[in-house]
């Protein structure tokens, strides 16, 4: 049975940071596809960034150069470093998964994804 459970949201002042974390079982990083996607209130849910079952990463132009994904393989944790963050990055950030043989589409599409987690809401205040 897959599981994820995303923690660590909370409030912090623009500009400040905040790291948000994604442990899971029943999957491994070696056989899934992982993203951070985000919904802010009242809109719909959106991509942020990408880890591939091989490492290799990417975002959104909103997030680049801001915001790192990363995992630790011990912990079976995927993480999201946030930094300079922004009003506009307020929302529910949500972990996402897909197993490599189950994989179609686009990595940054929401219905590429099988497996989800509950999200943690992240409030940026200005």
């Known amino acids: 049975q897959v599981e994820l459970a995303e923690s660590g949201g909370g409030l912090v002042h623009s500009g400040g940071s905040l790291r948000i974390s994604c442990a899971f079982s029943?999957?491994?990083?070696?056989?899934?596809?992982m993203a951070w996607f985000r919904q802010a209130p009242g809109k719909e849910r959106e991509y942020a960034c990408h880890?591939?079952?091989?490492?290799?990463?990417g975002y959104t132009d909103t997030v680049k150069g801001r915001f790192t994904i990363s995992r630790d393989i011990a912990r079976n944790t995927l993480y999201l470093q946030m930094n300079s963050l922004e009003p506009d990055d307020t929302g529910v950030y949500y972990c996402?998964?897909?197993?490599?043989?189950?994989?179609?589409?686009?990595?940054?599409?929401?219905?590429?994804?099988?497996?989800w987690g509950q999200g943690t809401q992240v409030t940026v205040s200005s």
């Open positions: 996402a998964a897909v197993h490599l043989e189950h994989f179609r589409g686009s990595i940054n599409q929401e219905g590429s994804y099988e497996y």
């Open positions: 029943g999957l491994s990083f070696s056989l899934h596809h």
């Open positions: 880890l591939t079952a091989g490492g290799g990463t």
